[in-house]
């Protein structure tokens, strides 16, 4: 156990200014929340976690609020998570969400948080996750992850959910041709909520060619109708297995192989494998010669030492010619390198400036596995 641990003591207690500040240390990833995150990771498991996405006026927390107040009415108690990947700020939207959430303000069996994008996506969706935990190992029954948008990071978010409703509400333009194939993929159940406008059989035609075996349910949240029939759809899905944080975010940018010369590798990797050189340069700081191939999507970057005391010259002595590094995208570099810090990893360099002017640093292959790896921003 950390230092955490009295902290966990009053958590488990049930106290809920242990449970605000340790929420608040989360959300700004401070000292230490990576570590209580982690330490609560064990004593999670029992929560059902839901997850409420669709585009923008869907309908999603007048329906959140429904599924607060129906819970409550069966004695389970409740922690939403709304998320907002495109406010650096809470904003509006979020404002309005814990405006109509007050009415469960009084109630120590709801927890309510409001996540902005701060940093990056990938940042909001560690952070989201980590608060899933802490509602979890806090004992709540069920924690509902609410998220607005329709893009990448919006799908990393709801990817931490069980089970995930799709919300869409008819003739409002977000018609199944333009969702996004990623939160299509990502809905176990979808909910066609204003079903009191026209479009609603429309659409409900249109969703069955997508929806395959997954259930689609009518509801009119703001009347609260459907709402019981959702919750027993929902309890009738098999739960996906807690997904802890979105490995998504995280990408392969390229993979750096030592060489004693570039030319000569190049017959294998252009001429046989039928790669196709994009660049060719000098990198003076790191004394090599680099020729980038693209993969489509990650690149292989070839290494010659461009001096006798470059890196690649002292591995090659040492290792031979072969990989000398993974580098992997991250979305924020400067989060990664605080928790890996905060870890204990050996990191090599203070963030800095590479040729194209994207920050990188290098972790020691002592804390990664055996691999040198390179963290770059995305
Ligand atoms: N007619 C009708 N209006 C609804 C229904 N559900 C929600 N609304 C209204 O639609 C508007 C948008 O609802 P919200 O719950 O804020 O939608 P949202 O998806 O959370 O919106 P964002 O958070 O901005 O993305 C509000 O004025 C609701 O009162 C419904 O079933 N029928
Ligand atoms: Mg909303």
Redesign the pocket.
């Known amino acids: 156990m950390g230092d955490s641990s009295g902290l966990i003591a009053e958590l488990l207690r049930g106290d809920r200014r242990a449970l605000a500040r340790a929420a608040t240390l989360i959300e700004n990833s401070g000292p230490g929340s990576a570590t209580l995150a982690s330490e609560l990771k064990p004593l999670t498991g029992r929560a059902l976690i839901l997850g409420i996405t669709?585009?923008?006026?869907?309908?999603?927390?007048?329906?959140?609020?429904r599924l607060v107040a129906l819970h409550r009415s069966e004695g389970k108690t409740v922690g939403v998570i709304a998320v907002d990947p495109s406010s650096p700020v809470s904003g509006g939207?979020?404002l309005?969400?814990r405006i109509?959430m007050q009415q469960h303000h009084d109630d120590p069996g709801v927890f309510i948080r409001s996540m902005a994008a701060r940093g990056t996506p990938g940042g909001l969706a560690r952070a989201t996750g980590d608060l899933v935990t802490l509602f979890d190992a806090a004992g709540f029954d069920v924690v509902i992850i609410?998220t607005?948008?329709v893009g990448q990071s919006e799908v990393d978010v709801v990817r931490l959910a069980q089970i995930t409703m799709l919300?869409m509400?008819p003739g409002s333009g977000d018609d199944i041709q333009a969702m996004k194939a990623g939160v299509m993929e990502v809905a176990d159940v979808f909910v066609i909520?204003?079903?009191?406008?026209p479009g609603t059989d429309k659409l409900e035609q249109e969703l069955h060619g997508v929806a395959g075996e997954r259930p689609i349910v009518r509801?009119?949240?703001?009347?609260g109708?459907g709402i019981r029939e959702l919750t027993q759809v929902v309890g009738r899905c098999p739960r996906k297995e807690r997904q802890f944080a979105a490995a998504s975010a995280v990408r392969i940018d390229h993979l750096g192989i030592a060489v004693k010369s570039v030319d000569q590798a190049l017959q294998f990797y252009e001429e046989q494998l039928g790669l196709t050189v994009s660049l060719r340069e000098v990198v003076d700081q790191e004394k090599v010669n680099v020729a980038m191939l693209p993969l489509g999507g990650p690149r292989i970057e070839l290494l010659e030492a461009s001096a006798p005391d470059s890196v690649i010259a002292k591995f090659i002595d040492k290792r031979g010619e072969g990989l000398h590094h993974v580098a992997l995208k991250v979305p924020d570099l400067r989060a990664a390198v605080a928790r890996l810090q905060a870890a204990g990893a050996r990191i090599l360099n203070e963030p800095r400036a590479g040729a194209g002017g994207h920050l990188y640093v290098f972790v020691h292959p002592s804390s990664t596995g055996g691999v040198l790896l390179e963290l770059i921003q995305a």
């Open positions: 669709g585009a923008p006026g869907a309908g999603k927390s007048t329906l959140c609020d939207a979020i309005g969400d109509r609410e607005v948008g919300v509400a909520n204003k079903a009191d406008y509801t009119v949240a703001s009347e109708q």
